[in-house]
């Protein structure tokens, strides 16, 4: 098994640019995470989904839009990146909420935007 | 909002050496969870607690719910446990939102 896998590792934007990362499980989790972590601070959750066709919003979602169109995938989309967003996220997933479950992390994407 | 706070946040040990990592919360919790970031950016879960102790080899996790304040505990400490030890807390049942410290950054020295 991969666990959860995120694509990409790296990426540089400029002020405006849109992107999208993808988090992909093979776990059959029903729940799936987007944090960012940034120097000096805690991972902060951005969005999350409970289940397939379903999102919400976590602590940080302003600037961020996430679709959960298959089970295994979460998609974070940028729609025009600012430098604030400049960090590295990551991606989880849990097999029930969290009080039950461990989550388990993906790798991380670093993202830059100038 | 619940206000986590780990100490210490830089700890520096010998090989060999007993360590402590902190965690205090100010609001009543359902769940504590201990997690360790690898140098090369890897997240993993150790514990996940809401009462007593819980031991994973020389990882030894204790919550005091009345106090609002979880310990980390590794004993025997190794170069390969070198990391970043994050504490991460969750305020009630049916939450899907953890509340995160800043991390411990634990150098083991051999």
């Known amino acids: 098994n991969a666990g959860v896998t995120q694509t990409p590792k790296f990426r540089v934007l400029k002020t405006g640019q849109s992107m999208t990362l993808l988090c992909a499980q093979d776990m059959n989790h029903e729940y799936m995470y987007w944090y960012r972590q940034d120097p000096g601070m805690g991972l902060r959750l951005i969005h999350y989904?409970?289940?397939?066709?379903?999102?919400a919003k976590g602590e940080v979602p302003d600037g961020y839009n996430v679709s959960r169109l298959k089970k295994q995938n979460f998609l974070l989309g940028l729609e025009s990146a600012a430098p604030s967003q400049t960090s590295v996220y990551f991606c989880?997933?849990?097999?029930?909420?969290?009080?039950?479950?461990?989550?388990?992390f993906g790798p991380g994407t670093r993202l830059t935007v100038l | 909002k619940n206000e986590v706070e780990q100490s210490p946040q830089n700890l520096t040990a010998q090989e060999g050496e007993f360590i402590t990592i902190n965690c205090s919360y100010s609001v009543g919790i359902s769940a504590l969870h201990w997690l360790q970031q690898h140098p090369g950016g890897g997240i993993v879960s150790l514990f996940m607690?809401?009462?007593g102790k819980k031991k994973h080899g020389r990882l030894i996790a204790t919550i005091n719910i009345q106090e609002k304040h979880s310990s980390l505990h590794i004993t025997a400490s190794h170069p390969r446990d070198s990391a970043v030890y994050i504490c991460?807390?969750?305020?009630?049942?049916?939450?899907?939102?953890?509340?995160f410290g800043k991390g411990t950054k634990l150098s083991v020295i051999p």
């Open positions: 607690l809401s009462s």
């Open positions: 991460a807390v969750e305020s009630g049942a049916g939450s899907y939102q953890l509340t």
């Open positions: 989880a997933s849990s097999y029930l909420e969290i009080s039950y479950n461990e989550q388990f």
């Open positions: 989904s409970v289940g397939e066709g379903t999102t």
